[in-house]
């Protein structure tokens, strides 16, 4: 029962936001400040992340073929193919699960214990206009940078790690890459990256939106926001693999 | 100076638009702010081929295959992305072939040797079929063959069987069973004259023993014998030193004998002697013939005779 209680309350959320869509006036400046918060603040921290698994990535797969039967070309094939389709949306849409959904959670959490919203709303605000829009829609609007962001440090991190340890040179990781580079990967793991992007932001306005309970229930909608967004990130991978490959 | 959101939000998209854009260039192996240098070929099949195919020179890469297409025709257009700046001359050949054992296909340039074709052109489409497109072809062959012979063995090997289980087996086994019994048979007999070789052999020890001590006892006979053998083979020696200079003394007389020197020589080399004694004889014959016939003629002055 509660299970349906809550899809109907998300999905009554999301209905009073499309509605209100097109009300840009009245979030066009929430918008900016943020797109600026999710995307461009998370940038270092998303580089970082794929920096990292792309060289992890290039290591591991070149300590695991040791056969002389397999080109060396492979590893660079296997370190970007993955980034590109699964590694950097994925891993990016987890950092952001912590860093976005949190901060998102907290926020309108806050704002719901503390009657900001109460406020708003006796003042003539939409607050899901003022609120959730913009932060839904800073998060499918910024997460296609991020996922470049993310995809272009990896390749990098495999190239270095492949070039640090000597297990692969430049040469051989960009001819593997490009042999199993095709254009429809990128476009895959940009579709994934808006989905990625609304899944989190949404989840989190939702559980931030619906807080109740005073420091506590911040907190509370504070951990289902992170953990949903993570727990969802991961499904619709998954379902949007097993639908569009 | 402190930005505005909207300016960071324009710089952020710009620069991943950017990034973004040059890194889907570099990924496609194409420069990354001017069109590649593109060119055509047209192929009848393109088995094994795919976007991305390296183009290669002398084995270097120098491109990649940018799209394939199918014409009306049913040929295979290709378009390659290759980065030469000085273009390809006219003649240039497209020659699609493996590029490793497992079949994976490459496509290699032979530089023709005329003017340079220009951007967009078209390239002369060779398929070059490899080793393992030749096998998969012949595959049905091979499989019909290597099927044959599997058939043939099978039925080989159930003939064999066959004969093994009728009466074959029961040859093997009585063969296997009288070398068994042989065997036996050589060791009992064996076992039985273990004696009599043992015999035999104390035997033979004895015999060894006494003629040792035969010898034994008998050495200063045996040392006196020899010690006369030697004193006899010395006498030996000497004798036939002086048996050597007598023939050597013959063989002189020999030979002077042969030159017709002295005597003997004279008379065995010189036919005068011989010649007068047949002379000789010859008149004596006809001397003697002549008294017999004629005897008064000669004993006429005999005068003990006349008187008959």
Known sequence: MQLFLEIGKYSRLLYEAIRSATEFKTYRKNLFSEMVKTGTDSLGIVSVA????????????????????????????????????????????????GRVGARIATELGNMRVSEQIDALESMGFNSVTFLVIPRVVAGILTFPIIYIAAAISGITGGVLAGIMTGSVTVHEFMEGARMFFFPWDVAFGIIKSFVFGFVITSISCYQGYFASGGAEGVGHATTRATVLSCIYVLLSSFLLAAILL | MRLGNELKIGITIVVAVLVGFAGFRIMKDAPIFRLGTVYYVDYAKVDGLSVGTSVL?????????????????????????????QGLPEGSVAVIRSVDLLGSKGIEIRRGSGSAIPYGGFLQGEFDEGLFSELSERGEEITDNVTASTERLSS??????GMLRDGMRADLESGVGNLER???????????????????????????????????????????????????????????????????????????????????????????????????????????????????????????????
């Open chain 1, 50 to 97: 794929g920096f990292f698994t792309g060289a992890v990535l290039t290591i591991q797969t070149s300590y695991q073929f040791t056969s002389a039967l397999i080109p060396k070309s492979t590893i660079g094939a296997i370190t970007s193919q993955s980034m590109i389709i699964e590694l950097a949306a994925v891993i990016s849409g987890l950092v952001l699960s």
């Open chain 2, 57 to 85: 020179v002398s084995g270097i890469k120098i491109g990649s295959v940018q799209s394939l297409r199918l014409m009306p025709s049913d040929s295979v257009r290709v378009a390659l992305s290759l980065n030469i700046p």
């Open chain 2, 156 to 161: 080989i090997l159930s003939e064999v069987e």
């Open chain 2, 182 to 308: 042989a065997t036996r048979q050589a060791d009992e007999l064996i076992a039985e004259s273990r004696r009599d070789i043992a015999a035999s052999l104390e035997n033979l020890n004895d015999l060894l023993a006494n003629l040792e001590a035969l010898t034994s006892e008998e050495r200063g006979e045996i040392q006196r014998t020899i010690a006369n053998l030697e004193v006899a083979s010395e006498d030996l020696r000497e004798m036939s030193g002086s048996l050597k200079t007598v023939s050597a003394e013959l063989s002189e007389i020999l030979q002077k004998v042969n030159q017709g020197e002295g005597t003997i020589g004279k008379m065995i080399n010189d036919p005068s002697l011989y010649n007068n004694l047949d002379t000789l004889t010859v008149n004596l014959n006809n001397l003697i013939k002549d008294i017999n016939e004629n005897p008064r003629h000669f004993l006429r002055h005999l005068r003990l005779i006349d008187v008959f």
